[in-house]
């Protein structure tokens, strides 16, 4: 056995457009693309570090059903009516509930689908 560590290094979410979903969560997350990022990987800066890496050939993943989700990122929020409205704005599709989040809903999660189909989930738990 050795003292070798492993430590965390990224998330890196494969996509067709590493630029273009890198702004799409640069938005979301307030956390700006670092300055060495190249056209096919992107980062975010912060910690955890997300990264966007271009696939010529990349295929999305099914929600619910179809290709599976390899992972998907919960993303804590303070409420959905905003936070709902933002992220569809910035390209975000409602997977789960699809229809706009109202004051009276219990639910404690919603999940929806980023612009390059990743699953992704607003959670207030």
């Known amino acids: 056995m ?47 570090t997300l990264s966007f890496q271009q696939i010529p050939d990349y295929e999305s993943p099914a929600w619910p059903d179809g290709a599976p989700q390899q992972f998907h990122l919960d993303l804590a929020v303070d409420e959905f009516e905003s936070t709902h409205a933002r992220v569809v704005e910035l390209g975000a599709t409602p997977l789960d509930p699809v229809e706009p989040p109202r004051a009276s809903d219990t639910r404690t999660f919603r999940v929806y689908a980023d612009p390059a189909g990743h699953p992704f989930c607003l959670c207030a738990c």
Do not use: H
């Open 2 to 48: 050795t003292d070798a560590k492993i430590g965390f290094g990224a998330v890196v979410l494969d996509c067709p457009d590493a630029r273009s979903l890198a702004d799409f969560y640069s938005q979301i997350l307030d956390r700006a693309v670092t300055a060495d990022s190249e056209d096919d990987w992107v980062d975010l800066e912060g910690t955890p």
